[in-house]
């Protein structure tokens, strides 16, 4: 059974740094996207950050220039980060880890939360 299991998630001061991390457990088939996605209270969960098999990624614009998405398919092992720097409240959100396969399957984490508040 494939698992992936969010971690780093707290409560930082504006301005502060946070970094995610996201660990896969079980047999996935050829990973193909990994993402982070977010959803804050009252509002629909959405994408922040994607990372391709081939490295290629995509931020949203509102965190571009300061988060960093990072993944590793070493050793079979599939695992991806999320560098977030100078947050901002609006960011505050449950941080979800996504995966898709070549058979096009999803697996979602359970999510982190991320608290920026002074």
């Known amino acids: 059974q494939v698992r992936l299991v969010e971690s780093g998630g707290g409560l930082v001061q504006p301005g502060e740094s946070l970094r995610l991390d996201c660990a896969v457990s079980?047999?996935?088939?050829?990973?193909?996207?990994m993402a982070w996605h977010r959803q804050a209270p009252g509002k629909e969960r959405e994408p922040v950050a994607t990372?391709?098999?081939?490295?290629?990624?995509?931020?949203t614009n509102s965190v571009k220039g300061r988060f960093t998405v990072s993944r590793d398919n070493r050793n079979r092992k599939n695992t991806m980060s999320l560098q977030m720097n100078s947050l901002k409240p609006e960011d505050t959100a449950v941080y979800y880890c996504?995966?898709?396969?070549?058979?096009?399957?999803?697996?979602w984490g359970q999510g982190t939360q991320v608290t920026v508040s002074s």
């Open positions: 996504y995966l898709d396969d070549l058979a096009g399957r999803i697996y």
């Open positions: 990372i391709t098999s081939a490295g290629a990624t995509n931020y």
């Open positions: 079980g047999s996935v088939y050829s990973v193909r996207n």
